[in-house]
């Protein structure tokens, strides 16, 4: 059984038990699904669940070293896609804080995806009741948890979005204030070339590892290791559309689209910092 496993209350229970009997034990017991199985719930779409094949969720947080009794912070949940296994599994003996767009952000695109963030969770209160959403817009908006109070802060396909707007680096310093000492930071991105320019990674959506490990040590964090699980040979990384010509984005449409579907989700690097003691 893995780390990340929450022991069952019942010894062997259907994955067709996942309209949410998942919710919780409302009589203060352990939550009743481990990651494996949250990942396939009834609440995740066909389309979330067939990315689990190339975002490795549960390989990708046991690396990180989550466990349910933990304060987390996910950076830039978007659509929820990671929000919809992490909120359930922390729900019941940890603390899950959404750090999503601001509804300040003079960003359109932005300000509705938090809206629809929230009407979903809003919407399924069995699983998301106890999620808080915090808003993260640099410089002004920087409360995201308890200060130095998170256990974990985690960020998924995010640094390139902060590169274009030129807030990485205050976004890497509200993680580090976030944090306890000791405290994780688990960085999954899109990987460039190490010899690729700022500019190529801002245009391309790929960032390079050491530039993810500059700008943590920067910011104070101790670089602890890296893992191999949300790494994809096939892609070649030369598109003209960027990272977003793969899927799910897709966009160049019907273009060549096998090929691209064949060669699946982006290469990426999967980094693990701590806060020092």
Avoid at 69 to 74: A, D, H, K, V
Avoid at 116 to 123: H, I, M, R, S
Avoid at 184 to 190: A, F, N, Q, S, Y
């Amino acid at each position: 059984m893995t780390k990340l496993k929450v022991k069952s209350l019942f010894s062997l229970f259907s994955i067709s038990l996942l309209s949410w009997t998942v919710a919780a034990d409302h009589h203060g017991g352990a939550s009743l699904l481990s990651i494996e199985e949250i990942m396939v719930g009834d609440h995740r779409s066909e389309a979330n669940i067939a990315r689990n094949e190339f975002r490795n969720p549960v390989e990708t947080l046991e690396f990180f070293g989550l466990e349910p009794n933990m304060t987390l912070i996910e950076i830039g949940p978007s659509g929820a896609w990671y929000t919809e296994i992490l909120a359930p599994y922390m729900r019941d003996h940890g603390r899950y804080y959404g750090a999503h767009f601001s509804p300040n952000s003079g960003n359109e695109f932005q300000r509705r995806s938090l809206e629809n963030f929230e009407a979903k969770l809003a919407a399924n209160p069995e699983l998301y009741g106890k999620a808080t959403v915090r808003h993260l817009l640099p410089p002004n908006e920087l409360v995201i948890g308890p200060v130095e109070g998170a256990d974990m802060v985690l960020t998924f396909r995010n640094v390139h979005n902060w590169m274009a707007r030129n807030e990485d680096e205050a976004h890497f310093n509200t993680f580090f204030d976030s944090l306890k000492p000791g405290g994780i930071l688990g960085v999954v991105e899109h990987r460039a070339p190490d010899n690729a320019t700022r500019q190529e990674m801002i245009d391309s959506g790929y960032v390079s590892e050491a530039f993810v490990k500059q700008i943590a040590a920067r910011s104070g964090f101790e670089f602890v290791g890296s893992s191999e699980v949300n790494a994809n040979p096939r892609d070649t990384k030369d598109y003209a559309q960027g990272v977003w010509t793969l899927p799910p984005s897709y966009r160049l449409g019907d273009t060549d689209r096998a090929k691209y579907t064949a060669i699946g989700e982006s290469d990426r690097m999967t980094l693990k910092f701590r806060k020092p003691l």
